[in-house]
């Protein structure tokens, strides 16, 4: 399908500087921002009388369960791709919807994804063998680049994040280090970070891109959490407009689409020609042929709604700064962003994450997301032992004195019951272990199953994550440590502890190479 393409605005001098990723302020935006041409069309297209004999098979028909659950509305909506006047041809809706999500982020060319910031992690780290050999990437990634890396079957240079062992979190890596790792990468084919983190933690991405484009390789930076930056001046720049090559953003999760609806987006600059034809080809292999029209709609309409209503963005910055006042003004807990000055690769904080040091107040993180669930039909997105990180989207406001007050009156001190509790102490993020093979070699190696203390000193076949956040304690390819093993099965035992890629639940099994 023809995809139109559009230039970028000339990058921000600062990653701390006010929005650079739209073309026009988003008060002003281009009159074209104020249409959302692909839902437009999805939302003319149902309010014709069809006899549908197509997929999908519910074939919008009102008195079947699927419309008695979700509502007519949602059945009548969801069409199959390849619609003349929608999809199909040139010039189409959808074509206008990529140049105007391209304009909005400042992009040369911006993919729709239907399978999340995921598949544009797979896509990035599928094109990357046509730069070099070896990626230098940030240890601290999403599971989703290591699936990348077995993809594609390239090799690794990882960079070691810094880690706040107070609270158990990795953050970022700085441009010394990243530059350091280049320079005993000679085959290096492109530097892969994360910005935000989970935790909201910014790291220098002019900086990091610098040293990059020094060594004269690309920049891809998975922006899964930062989709709304760049929109507010409250806001981080995006990193589009400083100085990243390829960028992953995860609309869904801060910036208002459906779940699962995600965006790529590829910068103007000196390695675009090269990659733009490979993106394209890679998405090909792993876009669905039956993308949703319901998730693309809305990536179409969350492009718009950022892009002029920047007051209620403004609105939800406000929200999310009331709720660390209180906390601050009650006492009880700490906010965890208020550290952040201590780390050399954190230049800023996302004012829309909000992350709660729990124990301070005397009472685990894992513990507080169960009784907050239980109790008080509060959801957050994610605990760890030491904390847990609510989260704002970009133009909602949500009550935030009821999150608050069950914030406080969640019991103290800490009880036995309490993940981390009863003398176990501290759940520390465990150090790596050797790399032996790269990912696809551990990953296609023939692999026996073995019980989890006999894996010690073995190399794993599988990635292992402590899920959210997903980043992956153990990778394919290293040794498994006995502290590792001990993490994810205390991580497993934690009220919502899950563990991406066990066997089993309680992660008593591991797959190892043979």
Do not use: C
């Amino acid at each position: 399908m023809n995809i139109r393409t559009t230039d970028h605005r000339t990058p921000s001098s600062s990653p701390t500087s006010a929005p650079a990723a739209a073309v026009l302020p988003p008060s002003r935006p281009g009159v074209g921002q104020l249409r959302a041409p692909y839902a437009e069309a999805v939302l003319g297209h149902a309010g014709r009388d069809w006899l549908r004999l197509n997929v999908p098979g519910h074939a919008a028909a009102p008195g079947s369960d699927l419309a008695g659950v979700f509502g007519a509305r949602i059945t009548a909506l969801d069409f199959p791709p390849l619609l003349d006047g929608i999809d199909l041809g040139s010039d189409t809706p959808l074509d206008g919807a990529l140049a105007l999500a391209a304009e909005a982020w400042g992009a040369r060319r911006t993919w729709f994804l239907t399978n999340g910031a995921s598949q544009g992690n797979q896509i990035a780290s599928m094109v990357t063998p046509a730069l070099g050999r070896t990626l230098v990437v940030q240890r601290s990634v999403h599971s989703s680049v290591i699936d990348g890396l077995v993809l594609s079957g390239m090799d690794a240079v990882f960079v070691q994040p810094s880690v706040d062992p107070e609270q158990g979190i990795a953050h970022g890596v700085t441009a010394a280090d990243v530059a350091a790792a280049l320079e005993r990468t000679p085959d290096a084919a492109a530097v892969y970070i994360v910005s935000p983190s989970y935790f909201g933690a910014v790291a220098d991405v002019r900086a990091v891109a610098d040293a990059a484009h020094a060594a004269g390789v690309p920049l891809i930076v998975d922006e899964a959490w930062g989709s709304h930056f760049g929109f507010h001046p409250d806001l981080p720049a995006n990193a589009l407009s400083l100085g990243a090559d390829l960028v992953t953003s995860s609309t869904h999760k801060l910036a208002g689409s459906l779940t699962q609806s995600a965006m790529l987006h590829l910068a103007e600059g000196p390695f675009a020609d090269l990659l733009e034809p490979l993106v394209d080809r890679a998405f090909r292999l792993v876009q669905s042929t039956s993308a949703s029209a319901l998730l693309t709609a809305s990536l179409d309409l969350a492009r718009r709604n950022l892009v002029t209503d920047a007051d209620a963005t403004g609105s939800s910055v406000g929200a999310a700064d009331r709720v660390r006042g209180a906390v601050r003004a009650l006492g009880r807990f700490t906010v965890v962003s208020d550290g952040f000055h201590a780390f050399p690769d954190i230049v800023r904080a996302d004012p829309l994450r909000i992350a709660i040091d729990t124990r301070a107040g005397g009472i685990t993180g894992h513990e507080a997301r169960r009784r907050l669930f239980r109790d008080h039909q509060v959801m957050v997105e994610v605990a760890t032992d030491a904390a847990i990180v609510a989260v704002i989207g970009a133009g909602s406001v949500p009550d935030t004195d009821r999150f608050v007050e069950a914030l406080h009156t969640l019991p103290s001190p800490l009880t036995t019951d309490s993940a981390g509790a009863g003398g176990a102490g501290m759940l520390r993020l465990p150090a790596p272990g050797a790399t032996k093979l790269t990912a696809r070699e551990a990953f296609l190696s023939p692999a026996v199953v073995v019980a989890a203390e006999e894996a010690v000193g073995r190399i794993s076949a599988d990635t292992l994550a402590a899920y959210p956040p997903g980043i992956p304690n153990v990778l394919p390819g290293e040794v498994i440590t006995a502290e590792a093993v001990r993490f994810l099965q205390r991580t497993a035992t934690a009220p919502n502890g899950h563990v991406r890629g066990a066997l089993d639940p309680g992660v008593t099994r591991l797959r190892v190479v043979a």
